[in-house]
């Protein structure tokens, strides 16, 4: 079963369960997926279907970081809660130990030695941790192996 099936078939579910919560966020989530697949005229699969949840989450998460600094928390609540229906769809994160092991295989891979040599390291890494692990700590993980 595709993402996009499992999306639908919990859409039904939350209907059937009058979960209005979750099916406004799986209403929100199949909205951007079908926006993309409209403004690139493609199908989307499994692999760019977990791309526009990745940026949704991130929106959610800048949308949290600015609600907190206008003391707005009820708000804030509001966008957590939607994080976490839109985390339940996204693979396991990789654990620290698990990156640090994915980023030391790149860098050995790429023979990388120096902060110019990054962008050979990321694009390596990018491909195995796709979904599984946010990319700024990627990258900030990167720059401090190779810097020092």
Not at 4 to 27: C, E, F, S, Y
Not at 35 to 61: A, F, G, S
Not at 82 to 108: F, K, N, R, S
């Amino acid at each position: 079963m595709t993402l996009k099936q499992q999306l639908t078939d919990d859409m039904k579910a939350a209907m059937r369960g009058g979960d209005k919560h979750r099916l406004g966020v799986i209403r929100l989530v199949l909205a951007a997926i079908k926006q993309r697949e409209v403004d690139e005229r493609i199908e989307l699969d499994d692999i760019q279907t977990l791309t526009v949840l990745e940026k949704m989450l991130k929106q959610r998460k800048d949308s949290v970081s600015q609600y907190v600094a206008g003391q707005r928390e009820d708000l804030a609540e509001v966008e957590r809660a939607e994080m976490a229906v839109i985390e339940t769809y996204l693979p396991a994160q990789l654990d620290d130990a698990e990156l640090d092991a994915l980023i030391t295989g790149a860098i050995a891979a790429t023979g990388a030695s120096s902060p110019r040599d990054m962008g050979k390291v990321v694009a390596a890494v990018k491909g195995k941790a796709a979904g599984r692990a946010d990319m700024g700590k990627v990258s900030a993980l990167i720059k401090a192996r190779l810097t020092g």
